[in-house]
């Protein structure tokens, strides 16, 4: 079931030329001793590790994955008054640029307009692509008390409206799974609706009952999206449920620099198996930013190809997928008045579809 060829395509690397022949020289060297340096503390942090899964754990025999949402400059998700949606043509245009870049598996967040687009074009034009389909979940509880950006209570009347909407949505998704079961591999029910901190709170046992409707629906796999400390904390009940568990890691939140990012991200896959020994694994959201007023300098496009090649070389070892976040930068998310802030640049393209280094260095 969860078993998928990915297609290499070489891409020429970025020609950076230099004027002085020993500058060349130098920085080759300065390159080699850091790359050295790198790989013996990702072989040290890689042998350190029990953690290690079966190969059928690998979704469609995937290592490396790729989080994807096509908005673009102007565009965003409906904030109340109204989607603005990428065109047809954009989001073909993106599904082909991720297959160049070797990315043959997918994640979407949800399962309206846009999501139902990208399987169609997928489909229509037998794209090389698979995808992990999402059902989002909205606020069912207020969390206004624990959630640094809910201000205010959410009131009942929405949090009412949101729990149809999420009937809808599960709906949806098991619609969209049975109509292309050979492009949804799995499907994954909420991203982040447990962890104490979210604005879109929802029960572990409403979670637990979407998981299981679905479950009932489909013939895919089904996961649930979360934190590596809630599935350690909290999550055994859960786990009991999905098929496999989707973890979320992300160093530079937590204030790693980028050579503790791989040992870090190592003890967190490894909390999550002790804490959920017989639960395969994967994980659904890793990455770096390239650019954020909240990281200073560890926020770069050398850090992010470092974390990238390091995750990768890890991942391969213990057979475990990963989506690494995200395809392109998204600048309709976090704070509209601060073009830097961190949640706008997490994508190995810029959001006018330009790579970054990692599209060039590390396919």
């Known amino acids: ?9 070489s891409m020429a690397p970025s020609k950076r030329p230099l004027n002085d022949t020993l500058r060349v020289v130098d920085l080759k060297c300065i390159r080699g001793v850091m790359l050295a340096l790198g790989i013996l503390v990702m072989s040290v942090s890689i042998a350190k590790g029990a953690y290690r899964q079966p190969g059928d754990h ?31 043509a954009q989001i073909l245009e993106d599904l082909k640029l991720l297959v160049e870049a070797d990315f043959n598996l997918i ?13 169609k074009l997928i489909d229509q034009h037998e794209l090389p692509i698979r995808v992990l ?12 008390e624990r959630c640094a950006w809910l201000i205010a209570p959410i009131p009942d009347k929405q949090l009412a409206l949101n729990k149809l909407e999420n009937v809808a949505e599960v709906e949806r998704s098991i619609a969209l799974a049975n109509k292309y079961p050979t492009i949804v591999i799995a499907v994954n029910v909420g991203n982040e609706a447990l962890v104490d901190w979210n604005d879109h709170l929802v029960s572990l046992n409403n979670v637990i009952a979407y998981v299981k409707q679905v479950k009932r629906a489909i013939g895919q ?19 009991a449920e999905v098929d496999f568990i989707g973890v979320h890691t992300y160093p530079i939140w937590e204030d790693k620099s980028i050579d503790q990012a791989l040992s870090f991200t190592i003890e967190n896959i490894e909390a999550v198996h002790r804490a959920l020994p017989e639960s395969p694994i994967a994980i659904l959201e890793a990455g770096w930013a390239t650019i954020a007023q909240e990281f200073g300098s ?23 997928t990963v989506f690494f976040f995200e395809a392109f930068d998204e600048p309709w998310k976090g704070d509209p008045l601060n073009p830097r802030g961190a949640e706008k640049h997490w994508g190995v393209f810029n959001v006018d579809r330009t790579p970054k280094r990692v599209i060039f260095e590390a396919r």
């Open 1 to 9: 079931m969860w078993f998928f060829t990915t297609h290499l395509i």
């Open 58 to 88: 690998l979704l469609e025999d995937a290592v490396m994955a790729i989080a994807y949402s096509g908005y673009r400059e102007g565009q965003h998700p409906d904030r109340g008054e109204g989607a603005s949606n990428p065109t047809e």
């Open 107 to 119: 994640r979407l967040y949800d399962a309206g307009e846009n999501s139902l687009m990208v399987l």
């Open 133 to 144: 389909l999402g059902a989002w979940l909205r606020a069912e509880i207020s969390n206004h």
């Open 221 to 239: 796999p089904v996961t649930v999206a979360e934190n590596y400390d809630w599935w350690v904390k909290e999550g055994a009940a859960l786990a």
């Open 298 to 320: 560890s926020a770069s496009e050398g850090n992010q190809l470092r974390y990238y090649q390091e995750i990768k070389k890890w991942a391969a070892h213990t057979n475990t």
